[in-house]
C-alpha cells in the first residue's frame, strides 16, 4: 500500500457544525502532514506529526484542531469555521520529518463552509 | 515574502517538444526541491527531487537542474506529451522541518 486515504472527499458544513477530516496511511511512515490550499493557491503547510506528536503548528487558528490517535491515522476537527476556510485540505506523510525524504500526498478533501 | 516563485504561471508546447518549467527561489538554507504535478481536484503527485549537492538528477522523460549560485531550478520534460498537462508546483525544504514551501504553481498545456 503506497497511498494516503484522505475521507471524505467533499465535505459541506454550517459555520456552527463540528466535523472531522481523516488521513490514512499504511507505509510505515512517521510524519503526517496537513496543508491548506485555496483556490488558484499554492499548497500551505498548517500541522507537522512527528511519532504520533505535534511537531510544528504554523500559527494556525484554534478551530481547527489536529489529532494524531496512532502512527496510521492523523484527524483534523473542525469547529466554527468561516466561509474563508472554505479550501482543499491535503494530508501528506514521509518516512520521517525532515528534507531527504519523499513525501506523499492523499487527494484531498475539498471543504465547503456555508 | 515568497521564497519559492515560478513567475510563469502558464506554458503550452507542442507534443514531442520540451517542455522547460522554471523556479526561484530566496532562502539559501533550502536544501532539498522537488517538483509535483496537480490535476484538478487530486493531490500533488511526486514527480522528482534533488538535494542541494547536486546540479542534476534524471528519471525517465524527467530531468531537474538545480543552479545554486543562480538559486534557480528548472524542470524539463522530454519529449511532452498530451498527459502531462497539469500544473506543475515547486517545493522546496530545508532543515529538519519537513516544511514544504511551495511555488505558484505553472499550468503546462501540451498539444496535440
Known amino acids: 500500500d503506497t497511498e494516503v486515504t484522505q475521507t471524505p472527499k467533499h465535505l459541506v458544513m454550517g459555520m456552527t457544525n463540528k466535523k472531522s477530516l481523516k488521513c490514512e496511511q499504511h507505509?510505515?511512515?512517521?510524519?503526517m502532514y496537513w496543508y491548506k490550499q485555496k483556490a488558484k493557491k499554492p499548497p500551505e503547510l498548517m500541522f507537522v506529526?512527528?511519532?504520533?506528536?505535534?511537531?510544528i503548528n504554523e500559527s494556525v487558528p484554534s478551530r481547527f484542531s489536529p489529532e494524531c490517535p496512532n502512527s496510521s491515522l492523523l484527524n483534523l476537527h473542525l469547529h466554527a469555521l468561516q466561509p474563508e476556510d472554505s479550501a482543499l485540505y491535503l494530508c501528506?506523510?514521509?518516512?520521517?520529518?525532515?528534507?531527504?525524504?519523499?513525501?506523499?500526498f492523499g487527494s484531498g478533501t475539498r471543504l465547503t463552509v456555508v | 515574502d515568497q521564497q519559492v516563485k515560478q513567475n510563469s504561471p502558464s506554458l503550452s508546447v507542442q507534443e514531442g517538444r520540451i517542455s522547460i518549467l522554471n523556479c526561484d527561489y530566496t532562502?539559501?538554507?533550502?536544501?532539498?526541491f522537488l517538483w509535483y504535478k496537480k490535476y484538478p481536484a487530486e493531490g500533488p503527485t511526486f514527480l522528482i527531487s534533488?538535494?542541494?549537492?547536486?546540479d542534476k538528477n534524471e528519471d525517465g522523460r524527467f530531468t531537474v537542474f538545480l543552479n545554486k549560485s543562480a538559486k534557480h531550478l528548472s524542470l524539463h520534460i522530454v519529449p511532452s506529451q498530451p498527459g502531462d498537462s497539469a500544473v506543475y508546483f515547486c517545493?522546496?525544504?530545508?532543515?529538519?522541518?519537513?516544511?514544504?514551501?511551495f511555488g505558484q504553481g505553472t499550468t503546462l498545456q501540451v498539444k496535440p
Open positions: 501528506a506523510s514521509s518516512q520521517d520529518q525532515g528534507s531527504d525524504y519523499g513525501y506523499t
Open positions: 507505509m510505515g511512515h512517521r510524519a
Open positions: 506529526y512527528s511519532y504520533e506528536k505535534l511537531s
Open positions: 532562502n539559501s538554507m533550502f536544501d532539498y
Open positions: 534533488i538535494s542541494s549537492i547536486k
Open positions: 517545493a522546496a525544504s530545508g532543515g529538519n522541518t519537513g516544511k514544504l514551501i
